[in-house]
C-alpha cells in the first residue's frame, strides 16, 4: 500500500507570493490533516480535511487554506508568503476523521523557504 | 488551553543504555495519546495508549499512560545508533484536534 505522498519535496518562494502544496492520502484513508513544523514552534496544527469537509482548523491566519477532493486528495495554499511561513508542511491522513482510533500517517513533508 | 509538555528536550546517551522519555498532557475529553518517531521527515507511528496501566510493548520499546496523572513514558531498552531521532507525543482531545509536544530529540552515541 502506498504510503501519504506529498509533492513538491521542497520549494522556493519570494515575499508575497502564493504557493499550493499537495497531498495524497493512503487509499482508503479519507481524513487528510496538514501541520507546520519549525525548529521553534514545533509541529502546529492547521487544519483537517474529512470528505471534502474542513472539519477542524487551528490558530492560523486566514492566509492559509485548503480543500479536500472527492478522491481525498488535499491541497494547502498559503497566500501573500511571509519570512516566518518557511517550515516543512506534514500532510497527515487517517480512517476516521479526527485521527479518532487511528494513528496519523504522515508523508516526508514539503519544505518550503521563502526568501 | 489544551497542553502537551514533553521532557527531556534532548538527550544523549551510548549505545546500550535504557532511555526514559516523559509526555504529560492537559486537554480537554482526553481521547487517546501517541508516540511517534521521527528521524529525518515524516514521522512515523509507535503507539497509542487509550487506557491506563496497560503497557503497549514492540522489541525494545514500551510506553504506558496514567489517565489519573496525566502522564505517558516511552522506554527504550538497550538504545542502538538507529534510535537516534526526535520523539513525539501526541494527545487526541475530545474537540478532534490532535495537539503535539515539541518533541524529545535523543541521540544514541556509539
Known amino acids: 500500500k502506498a504510503g501519504v505522498t506529498q509533492t513538491p519535496r521542497y520549494l522556493i518562494k519570494t515575499r508575497g507570493q502564493q504557493v499550493t502544496l499537495s497531498c495524497s492520502p493512503i487509499?482508503?484513508?479519507?481524513?487528510v490533516s496538514w501541520y507546520q513544523q519549525t525548529p521553534g514552534q514545533g509541529l502546529q496544527f492547521l487544519f483537517e480535511?474529512?470528505?471534502?469537509?474542513?472539519?477542524n482548523k487551528g490558530n492560523f491566519p486566514g492566509r492559509f487554506s485548503g480543500r479536500q477532493f472527492s478522491n481525498s486528495r488535499s491541497e494547502m495554499n498559503v497566500s501573500t508568503l511571509e519570512l516566518g511561513d518557511s517550515a516543512l508542511y506534514l500532510c497527515a491522513s487517517s480512517l476516521n476523521p479526527g485521527g479518532l482510533n487511528s494513528p496519523l500517517h504522515f508523508g516526508n513533508g514539503t519544505r518550503l523557504t521563502v526568501t | 488551553e489544551d497542553k502537551v509538555v514533553q521532557s527531556p528536550l534532548s538527550l544523549v546517551v551510548h549505545e546500550g543504555d535504557t532511555v526514559t522519555l516523559n509526555c504529560s498532557y492537559e486537554?480537554?475529553?482526553?481521547?487517546?495519546l501517541l508516540w511517534y518517531k521521527q528521524e529525518k521527515k515524516a514521522p512515523t507511528f509507535l503507539f497509542m495508549l487509550?487506557?491506563?496501566?496497560i503497557e503497549k510493548k514492540s522489541g525494545r520499546l514500551s510506553s504506558i499512560l496514567d489517565k489519573k496523572e496525566l502522564f505517558s513514558i516511552l522506554n527504550i531498552t538497550a538504545t542502538q545508533t538507529g534510535d537516534s531521532a526526535v520523539y513525539l507525543c501526541?494527545?487526541?482531545?475530545?474537540?478532534?484536534?490532535?495537539?503535539f509536544g515539541a518533541g524529545t530529540r535523543l541521540t544514541v552515541k556509539p
Open positions: 487509499s482508503g484513508h479519507r481524513s
Open positions: 480535511y474529512f470528505s471534502e469537509t474542513q472539519r
Open positions: 487509550t487506557s491506563s496501566g
Open positions: 501526541a494527545v487526541e482531545a475530545g474537540n478532534n484536534d490532535m495537539r
Open positions: 486537554v480537554t475529553n482526553f481521547r487517546s
